[in-house]
């Protein structure tokens, strides 16, 4: 942020017109900042206060940034296409007509999102997970391995995925199985190609093997041991 002010401070110091500028200058911090506050509200918010909050960050940003905020929020929340583009044009006016207000609005509210994103970080992946679940397939929280695939979740959802738009896909596509946890976790392993066991790298084909073994063979080996070189 510019001379490391944070958005408050420069709003406070320099007006809605510095930090609009800001806003829509399009620089890292600025995006990494609307991308968090953005999955902040989806992640932590119900469903309907969370359309509205949602918007509201996506508002404040860059026009280029409106079409796949609304993509990312209608995904999330299964709204209509309609829906999302009302929504967006009511954030907008609101924020053109008073950016200030707007943005204050925001800010008074940051002790609220403090507390979410707090008592999201004491909650177990299971705990976390649960809505989502409940959601996709109430047996999984049934299932004795429900806390593996909950934690595989987690792990798919620190590497950025939108968990819960991939999971609906999956679902969406053919119905879990009879071990629905267990089918879930390898749906989801397949479809984001999450390293398994800490493994990235995945194991040599067999052409890839031959291809390799042969290079071993072609490649000059050091003289033996008491053997005269020519």
Same mark, same amino acid.
Not at 51 to 59: F, P, T
Not at 74 to 80: E, F, K, T, W
Not at 147 to 164: E, N, R, S, Y
């Given at each position: 942020?510019?001379?490391?002010?944070?958005? @408050?401070? %420069?709003?406070?110091?320099?007006?809605?017109? !510095?930090?609009? &500028? =800001?806003? *829509?200058?399009?620089? #890292?911090?600025? /995006?990494?900042?609307?991308?968090?506050?953005?999955?902040?509200?989806?992640?932590?918010?119900?469903?309907?206060?969370?359309?509205?909050?949602?918007?509201?960050?996506?508002?404040?940003?860059?026009?280029?940034?409106?079409?796949?905020?609304?993509?990312?929020?209608?995904?999330?929340?299964?709204?209509?296409?309609?829906?999302?583009?009302?929504?967006?044009?009511?954030?907008?006016?609101?924020?053109?007509?008073?950016?200030?207000?707007?943005?204050? @609005?925001? %800010?008074?509210?940051?002790?609220?999102?403090? !507390?979410?994103? &707090? =008592?999201? *970080?004491?909650?177990? #992946?299971?705990? /976390?997970?649960?809505?989502?679940?409940?959601?996709?397939?109430?047996?999984?929280?049934?299932?004795?391995?429900?806390?593996?695939?909950?934690?595989?979740?987690?792990?798919?959802?620190?590497?950025?995925?939108?968990?819960?738009?991939?999971?609906?896909?999956?679902?969406?596509?053919?119905?879990?199985?009879?071990?629905?946890?267990?089918?879930?976790?390898?749906?989801?392993?397949?479809?984001?190609?999450?390293?398994?066991?800490?493994?990235?790298?995945?194991?040599?084909?067999?052409?890839?093997?031959?291809?390799?073994?042969?290079?071993?063979?072609?490649?000059?080996? #050091?003289?033996? /041991?008491?053997?005269?070189?020519?």
């Amino acid at each position: 942020f510019p001379d490391g002010l944070d958005p @408050a401070d %420069l709003l406070a110091q320099r007006g809605p017109a !510095a930090l609009t &500028a =800001a806003v *829509a200058s399009g620089q #890292p911090s600025f /995006r990494s900042l609307g991308d968090q506050l953005l999955t902040e509200r989806l992640d932590n918010l119900a469903p309907e206060q969370a359309r509205v909050a949602a918007m509201r960050v996506i508002s404040a940003r860059p026009s280029r940034a409106w079409v796949p905020g609304v993509t990312q929020v209608r995904a999330r929340l299964q709204l209509s296409q309609l829906q999302t583009r009302r929504d967006l044009r009511d954030a907008i006016k609101s924020w053109d007509a008073d950016p200030r207000k707007a943005a204050q @609005a925001e %800010l008074h509210k940051s002790s609220e999102v403090r !507390a979410r994103l &707090a =008592a999201a *970080a004491e909650q177990t #992946p299971e705990e /976390r997970w649960a809505p989502l679940a409940r959601e996709l397939d109430p047996r999984l929280l049934e299932q004795g391995d429900w806390p593996a695939t909950a934690a595989m979740l987690q792990q798919a959802h620190d590497q950025g995925h939108d968990v819960g738009v991939a999971s609906r896909a999956l679902v969406a596509e053919k119905p879990l199985g009879d071990s629905p946890a267990r089918d879930l976790r390898y749906r989801i392993v397949s479809r984001l190609e999450i390293p398994i066991d800490g493994e990235s790298t995945p194991a040599p084909t067999k052409s890839q093997g031959a291809a390799r073994d042969r290079q071993d063979a072609n490649r000059p080996r #050091p003289p033996r /041991r008491g053997t005269p070189r020519r």
